[in-house]
């Protein structure tokens, strides 16, 4: 079982930054790939970014690419998600993931099933000027 704790979010005006944290504690922090979704109001929850087990591939949405960077310290048992730029169609609750499988790739990431993930409590992203 792997615990996950979201940190970071809050209140930023348009243009500006954001970064996201996640803890992670349960089981070795290197054997599973990462990753971030978001859920906006009345919207269904959408893939942000992933991260591979060891941290040298990354994957991201088309929204937030060029925006957004994912990354991750094996030594800290720790997610990151660096945004800048941020628009005010990020708002959304952020939630950390964790892939349940063994060192799986990230290219089945973004659309493995809800119950093939670790998932955080989420913390809210809110842009607005």
């Known amino acids: 079982q792997v615990q996950l704790v979201e940190s970071g979010g809050g209140l930023v005006q348009p243009g500006g930054s954001l970064r996201l944290s996640c803890a992670a504690s349960?089981?070795?922090?290197?054997?599973?790939?990462m990753g971030w979704f978001r859920q906006a109001p009345g919207k269904e929850r959408e893939f942000v970014a992933a991260i591979s087990w060891g941290g040298g591939m990354t994957a991201y949405a088309d929204s937030v690419k060029g925006r957004f960077t994912i990354s991750r310290d094996n030594a800290k048992n720790t997610m990151y998600l660096q945004m800048v730029s941020l628009k005010p169609e990020d708002t959304a609750v952020y939630y950390c993931?964790?892939?349940?499988?063994?060192?799986?790739?990230?290219?089945?990431?973004?659309?493995?099933?809800?119950?093939?993930?670790?998932w955080g409590q989420g913390t809210q992203v809110t842009v607005s000027s």
């Open positions: 993931s964790a892939d349940k499988g063994f060192r799986r790739s990230i290219t089945f990431f973004p659309r493995l099933e809800y119950d093939s993930l670790h």
């Open positions: 349960g089981r070795t922090f290197d054997t599973y790939a």
